[in-house]
């Protein structure tokens, strides 16, 4: 039945302002990067047409696009994720999932499945303007397909921790800092280890962008997607635990 | 009887934040009957409710539903309809989207939803508003389609809480109407504070007073040559002050 809760859920989505603002507000930021990064590079080129072998447009726009995609991401899947079960709860509609024989782990992978629905519509509208330069230049598509598979996988993690944070409060505005903060804090993990100079401590290990960045980088490591799918499994396992127990607590 | 009954209550308790809200409740209910479930304000009634829904689980005893445990079972709960206090509406779908996502919920095929949803809206009178939002409905039809949300995947039993709170003297009517329409095939139990509620659809009544039930019987045992509304307000009133006597003294 999850596959209900989550059709449920995209059309509740797309038939209320909050996605379509967060999509728009979100595609005209990194428009609007997009293009300075496209101008600073249209200025570089002359200099690069003398290198041996230059950083293409690829190096140059996608990246960076792709990295500015990555920080926008850590604060819109709290605002998107937020209301996921704090609204239900709210709104007084929790009750009706609850007793539809769907089960806690139904309702919140349901969920988690409509929003990453959202998320990958976002990522390939936003990574569609590097792709709009196949035109005019020569791209590494596979470097532009793992960095999406990267970006989805973070988007994914950062969803379930919204998911988790908002099955623990009625406030979904707690549940949006409570998310942000933990997004956050596992972001910049390991920044006093890299000032040091340490790179691949446990510390390090337990960072998102250490993760992310081979992606970007056009290596799939086994490894990185095991990590962003154990954030995945450890929040909703989380959140349809806090749900069961909203029987026994009441 | 007892061992076929479609809904079964064994010895159920429920504490809520360190109070005893429900306290050793034994209730049976089977189809074709309508149970009103009375009591004062804070008696109990809508955690037992939400008990029976599965919503909340039991501190102590068991619910059966067909002889099986919903709390083992919790796809048992897709044979009942529950109507919680506020009814339990989307403000952002429409009304027939609401009540399709409902049926599906409950594992209904979408063509089978369809249909029943049809079916619905025309028993609960929501023609004129089935392609009006949710969050647009006014009190009167907002609990309608809380009612048909209830009972659009054709459940064995239905559970209203309240479902007559708020309503107009037509509109109650209306409700009581549907709801022993609804007890003829099916077990309802819904709860009230409203004698009137319980006179007018239940053929059996259970009065609930801090926690404990107090009262279960058919409402034409309850006492004398009286008129049945009469008599019920009389067992009501002793059962409801004579406690309060005893807790002030």
């Given amino acids: ?82 209301r996921a079960i704090a609204g239900e709860r709210q709104s007084g509609t929790l009750p009706l999932l609850q007793s539809s024989g769907t089960g806690s782990a139904g309702i919140v992978f349901g969920k988690f499945a409509a929003l990453c629905g959202f998320f990958i519509v976002l990522i390939a509208l936003a990574l569609a303007m590097p792709a709009s330069l196949a035109v005019g230049t020569q791209l590494d598509w596979g470097r532009l397909a793992t960095g999406a598979l990267g970006l989805i996988l973070f988007a994914a993690a950062l969803t379930a921790i919204a998911i988790a944070a908002s099955s623990f409060t009625r406030q979904a505005v707690v549940a949006a800092i409570a998310a942000l903060a933990i997004g956050l804090v596992l972001w910049m993990l390991d920044a006093g280890a890299r000032y040091e100079g340490v790179s691949s401590s446990f510390i390090n290990y337990l960072a998102l962008p250490t993760h992310l960045e081979p992606f970007l980088r056009g290596i799939v490591a086994t490894v990185d997607i095991v990590y962003f799918a154990l954030i995945v499994a450890v929040a909703l396992t989380l959140a349809a635990r806090r749900l069961d127990a909203e029987r026994e607590r009441g | ?131 009006r939002l949710c969050g647009n409905l006014s009190k009167g039809f907002a609990q309608r389609a809380g009612i048909a949300q209830a009972i659009v995947h054709d459940p064995d039993l239905i559970v209203l809480d309240e479902p007559a709170s708020g309503l107009d003297p037509v509109q109650a009517a209306s409700i009581r109407k549907l709801v022993s329409e ?49 008599s019920l307000e009389k067992a009501f009133f002793r059962i409801a002050s004579a406690d309060d006597a005893q807790a002030a003294a």
């Fill in chain 2, 182 to 230: 609804l007890g003829r095939e099916r077990a309802v139990i819904l709860s009230t504070h409203l004698l009137h509620d319980v006179t007018a659809c239940c053929a059996r009544v259970a009065i609930l007073h801090r926690g404990r039930l107090r009262h279960d019987g058919a409402l034409a045992d309850l006492g004398g040559n009286d008129v049945e509304g009469e």
């Fill in chain 1, 1 to 82: 039945m999850s596959r209900v809760v989550a059709r449920n859920e995209w059309r509740r989505l797309f038939a209320q302002p909050l996605a379509w603002v967060l999509l728009a507000a979100t595609l005209a930021v990194l428009a609007y990067f997009f293009l300075l990064t496209l101008q600073g590079f249209l200025g570089l080129s002359p200099k690069l047409a003398g290198m041996p072998s230059p950083p293409g447009v690829t190096d140059l726009v996608a990246l960076p696009l792709m990295r500015a995609i990555a920080s926008v991401l850590l604060l819109v899947a709290p605002l998107l994720g937020m």
């Fill in chain 2, 1 to 131: 009887m007892a061992a076929s009954a479609l809904l079964q209550l064994q010895g159920v308790s429920r504490r809520l934040a360190g109070r005893t809200i429900v306290k050793d409740l034994t209730l049976s209910l089977d189809r074709g009957c309508v149970l009103g479930l009375l009591g004062v304000n804070g008696a109990g009634k809508s955690t037992t409710l939400r008990m029976i829904a599965g919503v909340l689980a039991p501190s102590a005893g068991k619910v059966l539903f067909d002889g099986r445990d919903l709390g083992e079972e919790p796809a048992l709960a897709r044979r009942l309809g529950y109507l919680p206090e506020t009814p339990p509406l989307y403000a952002e779908l429409r009304v027939d989207e609401y009540l399709a996502f409902c049926a599906l919920l409950r594992g209904m095929h979408t063509a089978d939803a369809r249909k029943a949803v049809d079916r619905v809206i025309e028993r609960c009178g929501l023609g004129e508003v089935r392609r």
